[in-house]
């Protein structure tokens, strides 16, 4: 009986040996075959061209030049504050023609928006992390605080009295400014937009008084003097005003935020395909007007493995889901 048993067992586990290794091999020659000359379209979660997109092309442009590589086609689909393109991707075919090109918005949206339909983490295969932009920290020339430390001591004594403008709950001008006082045990009111210029024209005109921008959108206001840079937001200084210190220089040790561009399949998707389509963007990543574009943009090119990607997802989530609790922020706001 126990001979048996046993043989039974190692033929039950020699099968599933087979089975894996036999669906490994026709996910391979799937992937081998994929795309066939079929095109792949990158699915945006807006209402038409923008910032994000607009980086994408430049890499689906490159591609176009690169020998063996695919057709990349873009579709838009707005709405529901970016869920229903996110879902449409999440609920496609898992077969590598349909993908997600995303913003940092994507991982905070569901953390505010518990009926967002999607899970940042489980809803899609991570595909590549494609660039970051870092924030720097802006106030009115004539404030009272002249330079971080100052700005940080009048926020210490004056608790919940300095407006934070942003364009609106978990958005990626709200979350540097949500993640500073969080680690620094210190509070703003926060004040949402719903046209992104307005909150950097109130601002120049003093009626709110502090605010967080990418270094190419502010750059101009704080060389023309209209705006007072008093740190930025990344784990490295701009290229674009390399005197402007890092908050971590700056005493908050382990403080980086990032706005970045990602690019995600639907859960499920094939590892050999997704791992195709991460070379091509490799590819596309070295590119050298891609590489100029993105200088002149004061971006920096990660061009991630899908492993390394799926990490920085993961973390994120933990990172910032922890701050939009204590600060108890959500989309109703």
């Known amino acids: 009986m126990k001979k048996n048993t046993m043989k039974k067992a190692s033929l039950l586990g ?7 290794v036999a669906g490994f091999s026709h996910a391979q020659a799937v992937a081998d075959a994929y795309p066939n000359g079929k095109p792949i ?5 807006t209402d038409g061209p923008g910032s994000v997109d607009t980086e994408y092309r430049l890499h689906i442009e490159a591609l176009r030049h690169i020998p063996d590589t695919p057709t990349f086609l873009i579709e838009y689909k707005g709405g529901g504050g970016g869920t229903i393109g996110a879902n449409y991707v999440a609920r496609s075919t898992p077969d590598g023609f349909t993908l997600l090109g995303t913003a940092s918005s994507f991982v905070t949206l569901p953390l505010v928006n518990k009926d967002s339909g999607y899970d940042a983490n489980k809803s899609f295969a991570p595909v590549m992390l494609v660039t970051k932009r870092f924030f720097m920290i802006m106030v009115h020339p004539d404030a009272p605080f002249k330079d971080f430390k100052a700005y940080m001591d009048y926020v210490k004594n004056h608790p919940a009295e300095l407006f934070w403008s942003s364009t609106g709950a978990g958005s990626s001008t709200q979350m540097p400014g949500l993640l500073l006082h969080s680690m620094t045990k210190t509070k703003v009111t926060d004040v949402f937009y719903k046209q992104p210029a307005q909150r950097l024209t109130d601002l120049v005109a003093g009626r709110v008084n502090v ?3 990418t270094t190419l959108a502010s750059a101009a206001l704080v060389k023309a003097g209209k705006l007072r840079a008093i740190a930025v937001t990344g784990d490295r200084r701009s290229q674009l005003m390399p005197e402007i ?12 935020y990032s706005s970045w561009l ?11 395909i997704v791992n195709k389509i991460n070379g091509w963007f490799q590819l596309s990543s070295k590119d050298p007007l891609v590489l100029k574009k993105m200088a002149e943009t004061d971006t920096a090119v990660i061009a991630s493995t899908p492993e390394g990607f799926a990490k920085f997802l993961r973390e994120e989530t933990v990172r910032l889901g922890k701050v939009i609790r204590e600060a108890k922020i959500t989309s109703s706001e």
């Open 14 to 20: 020699a099968a599933a040996i087979a089975t894996g």
């Open 41 to 45: 379209t990158i699915v945006f979660a």
């Open 211 to 213: 605010t967080a921008g």
């Open 245 to 256: 210190p890092t908050v971590a220089e700056l005493g908050v040790k382990g403080y980086e």
């Open 262 to 272: 990602g690019l995600l399949a639907p859960a499920k998707t094939p590892a050999p």
